[in-house]
T-cell receptor, first 116, second 113 residues
Framework: DGGITQSPKYLFRKEGQNVTLSCEQNLNHDAMYWYRQDPGQGLRLIYYSQIVNDFQKGDIAEGYSVSREKKESFPLTVTSAQKNPTAFYLC???????????????FGDGTRLSIL | GENVEQHPSTLSVQEGDSAVIKCTYSDSASNYFPWYKQELGKRPQLIIDIRSNVGEKKDQRIAVTLNKTAKHFSLHITETQPEDSAVYFCAASISLSFQKLVFGTGTRLLVSP
């Protein structure tokens, strides 16, 4: 979807270094998500945010951190504590569910992170 | 927690044939089941979704069926074309958990001309 922009497309991390992946959306969506995708595997949820200034851990949050200071932005930091960061990282967004009704999640183009 | 199993992991068909991908889920309270198509190195794109209050949904050559009793749902693609070649992921919502989805491990579909 053209409304979700991830940058950079490729990123290299040195040992002991923190790196930040950018995700911006102009869809006016309240909810945003970060997923990790490894070869031959499905998407696994790292963090998600329902609303500005609020976020929750997903299934594999260790070694990652996020912030949600603006509705449009949900950056992900991969810290040095994440020992196996090489993966394809996908950001998604959706409108908030109405009365518990799930809304479709739409994805950005992803960032491919590798270790130097 | 919720677990989603997807089969087969790879599927090869001839152009014009039908393709069926199946997923099973464990959480009986799951109520939303999207399917995504992902071409190599690109973003997953939502192609169809179904909610638990219906048993089938169609969109041109694509259909999804849901069997709540058996806790499985399937993607059906008819009259396959080479451009249908991609990895397809199913997902299921987690009950009582905001918007969270659990994804299957994907099916690589190859449509040969």
């Amino acid at each position: 979807d053209g409304g979700i922009t991830q940058s950079p497309k490729y990123l290299f991390r040195k040992e002991g270094q923190n790196v930040t992946l950018s995700c911006e959306q102009n869809l006016n969506h309240d909810a945003m998500y970060w997923y990790r995708q490894d070869p031959g595997q499905g998407l696994r949820l790292i963090y998600y945010s329902q609303i500005v200034n609020d976020f929750q851990k997903g299934d594999i949050a260790e070694g990652y951190s996020v912030s949600r200071e603006k509705k449009e932005s949900f950056p992900l930091t991969v810290t040095s504590a994440q020992k196996n960061p090489t993966a394809f990282y996908l950001c998604a967004s959706s409108t908030n569910p109405g009365q518990g009704v799930n809304q479709p999640q739409h994805f950005g183009d992803g960032t491919r992170l590798s270790i130097l | 927690g919720e677990n989603v199993e997807q089969h087969p992991s790879t599927l090869s068909v001839q152009e014009g044939d039908s393709a069926v991908i199946k997923c099973t889920y464990s959480d009986s309270a799951s109520n939303y089941f999207p399917w995504y198509k992902q071409e190599l190195g690109k973003r997953p794109q939502l192609i169809i979704d179904i909610r638990s209050n219906v048993g089938e949904k169609k969109d041109q050559r694509i259909a999804v069926t849901l069997n709540k009793t058996a806790k499985h749902f399937s993607l059906h693609i008819t009259e396959t074309q080479p451009e249908d070649s991609a990895v397809y992921f199913c997902a299921a919502s987690i009950s009582l958990s905001f918007q969270k989805l659990v994804f299957g491990t994907g099916t690589r579909l190859l449509v040969s001309p």
